[in-house]
Antibody, heavy 114, light 112 residues
Framework: QVQLVQSGAEVKKPGTSVKVSCKAS????????ISWVRQAPGQGLEWMGW????????NYPQNLQGRVTMTTDTSTSTAYMELRSLRSDDTAVYYC???????WGQGTLVTVSS | DVVMTQSPLSLPVILGQPASISCRSS???????????FNWFQQRPGQSPRRLIY???NRDPGVPDRFSGSGSGTDFTLKISRVEAEDVGFYYC?????????FGQGTKVEIK
């Protein structure tokens, strides 16, 4: 069965970076892209970007350009999302999802606090 | 960016009664390949989102047939034919036609 398993919760200081992993299993990794979505406390869903697992092509929204980098490691079927220059309003649960969201990870809470 | 506007934002419902959520996009969601990449997601309290409907009207595997999606172009609707207690939570529309992909604000469904 398809599973996306994310890395554990993180606490970071403002100005630092965080890298969240998403390990896929149960399907051919390079056949689907991976999306990243975040949800701030009590708020809605925000799409953070997408990466093709076959060729590494990415697409990010303008508000995150320059701060976010998505990568994949096809040898381990793992996707990564790195967010830099963290601010308090980056505190959120970060989700990975396959392609257009047919399967989701369990979420990773990232707390940014001094 | 394509703006997705849901209504209502709060929907009190009676168990066993129908419910309907609307989503309007600021531009047509018909892709150049002819598909309309419009989805509905459900998020129960404390859980990850779950996709219910893809490409406007296709139910994902395991989704009860009381959920249905319809619409075209810029106007879309999610209908629940008979609300059950497990349907409580937030519902989000999302478009994957135009970069960046965007979500609606979410609709909170609760039992009246």
């Amino acid at each position: 069965q398809v599973q996306l398993v994310q890395s554990g919760a993180e606490v970071k200081k403002p100005g630092t970076s965080v890298k969240v992993s998403c390990k896929a299993s149960g399907y051919t990794f390079i056949s689907y892209g991976i999306s990243w979505v975040r949800q701030a406390p009590g708020q809605g869903l925000e799409w953070m970007g997408w990466i093709s697992a076959s060729n590494g092509m990415t697409n990010y929204p303008q508000n995150l350009q320059g701060r976010v980098t998505m990568t994949t490691d096809t040898s381990t079927s793992t996707a990564y999302m790195e967010l830099r220059s963290l601010r308090s309003d980056d505190t959120a649960v970060y989700y990975c999802a396959r392609a257009l969201g047919d399967y989701w990870g369990q979420g990773t809470l990232v707390t940014v606090s001094s | 960016d394509v703006v997705m506007t849901q209504s209502p934002l709060s929907l009190p419902v009676i168990l066993g009664q129908p419910a309907s959520i609307s989503c309007r996009s600021s531009q047509s969601l018909v892709h150049s390949d002819g598909n309309t990449y419009f989805n509905w997601f459900q998020q129960r309290p404390g859980q990850s989102p779950r996709r219910l409907i893809y490409k406007v009207s296709n139910r994902d595997p395991g989704v009860p047939d009381r959920f249905s999606g319809s619409g075209s172009g810029t106007d879309f609707t999610l209908k629940i034919s008979r609300v059950e207690a497990e349907d409580v939570g937030f519902y989000y529309c999302m478009q994957g036609t135009h970069w960046p992909w965007t979500f609606g604000q979410g609709t909170k469904v609760e039992i009246k």
